[in-house]
Nanobody, 116 residues
Framework: QVQLVESGGALVQAGGSVRLSCAAS????????MNWYRQSPGKQRELVAT????????FHADSVKGRFTISRDNAKNTVYLQMNSLKPEDTAVYYC?????????WGQGTQVTVSS
């Protein structure tokens, strides 16, 4: 089992920045990738960014490329999502996800609201 705890959600003005954190605990050695997803009311959950455990390769959705950056601190078992130049359409609940050998694990979500 893997436990994920997100933090860092906030209410910010357009153009502002927020950094989300996702702390992982439990059976973390079998994690192959860490992802950030987001979901807005009435919309499907959307993959925002991925970081691969082996090698550290990253992926960012076109909608956030150049503005958001996923990173990790292995010593702290924590993954981050740095979000800059935020837009009102970035408003959503952001979820941390771990893809592991024993299954997929999700955090509880953290709200990011961007006001215009």
């Amino acid at each position: 089992q893997v436990q994920l705890v997100e933090s860092g959600g906030a209410l910010v003005q357009a153009g502002g920045s927020v950094r989300l954190s996702c702390a992982a605990s439990g059976s973390i050695f079998g994690i192959n990738a860490m992802n950030w997803y987001r979901q807005s009311p009435g919309k499907q959950r959307e993959l925002v960014a991925t970081i691969i455990t082996t090698g550290g390769h990253t992926f960012h959705a076109d909608s956030v490329k150049g503005r958001f950056t996923i990173s990790r601190d292995n010593a702290k078992n924590t993954v981050y999502l740095q979000m800059n130049s935020l837009k009102p359409e970035d408003t959503a609940v952001y979820y941390c996800n771990a893809e592991g050998d024993t299954g997929d694990y999700w955090g509880q979500g953290t709200q990011v609201t961007v006001s215009s």
